[in-house]
Structure formats: C-alpha cells, structure tokens
C-alpha cells in the first residue's frame, strides 16, 4: 500500500513537472519595447519558431500522445504466463496428488505474472510517448525564446 502511494505522488508530481515545463515562456521587455512591439514580436518569434522547428505547439498541445491500453496490450505475455504458470502447477500438482488443482493455480498465478508485465511494458511506452511529446513542445519555446531574446527581451 505505501509503495502504491509512493507511486501516485511520484507520477502526481512529473505530471505538474511537466505541466510547468510545458508552458509558454515570459518574455520582458528589456529595452523598452511597447506593448504594441512586444505583441508584434511575440506574433513573428511564434511564427519563426514554428517554421524553424516543423513544430505547432497550438496542435501538438490539442494532440495527446498515444496511450496504449486494453487487454490486448502485451503481445500474448498474459497467455504466456498462464501457460508457463499452468505447466509449473501441473508438476506441483502432480507431486502432490492433483495436477489438475495444480494447473488451475499455476494458471491464474501466470495470467498475473503475465499482466504484471503487460502493465509494465505499457506504462513504460506511455512515459515515453509523453517524453517525447514533451520535447516537441520544449524545442519550440527554446526556438521561441532565443527569436524573443534576439529582440532585446529578457526570457524567464
């Protein structure tokens, strides 16, 4: 139960990470520049960063990255363990009278085994699914940036 919770405050706590990593930089105006001119700049940094890099961080914000789910994640490993589970049931079983109950446990402990692993390979795909999602986003406001700090802005 702990380790449960050490895991929902961890993914809680990269979710806000990258929450505040992805957010649009503050760009202030270090020589004087008008409101007007800082509209203006910002409109034309958004535009050059965007031809620079091939990335719109409007489209790639309202696209999520892909998440794999359901049962059939895995690639068969569920099946897999259940077989492996049931052959080792089977053999305890038989030593100790009942291959059969024996299969039937080794059996549902595999299928757990086998999904253990699915979720594993899954919520590892997903971390970097959303790793690279995230790094599309940063290599536009780091071209965004240096356009803004090019025109006499104090990026933060």
Known sequence: MR???????GISALCMAFTAMAQKPLAYPAKGQSAQQQSRDDGECYVWAKQNTGIDPAVVAQTPPPQATGPAVGGGERAGGALRGAAGGAIIGG??????EGAAIGAVVGTMAGGRRARQNQQAQNQQAQAQHQ????????AYGACME???????
């Not at 380790?3 to 405050?9: G, K």
């Not at 030593?95 to 059969?100: E, K, T």
């Not at 090019?150 to 933060?156: E, N, T």
């Open 3 to 9: 380790n449960l919770m050490r895991i929902s405050i």
């Open 95 to 100: 030593i100790a009278g009942d291959a059969g």
């Open 150 to 156: 090019g025109r006499g802005y104090s990026i933060k």
């Open 135 to 142: 790094q599309k986003i940063d290599t536009f406001y780091r």
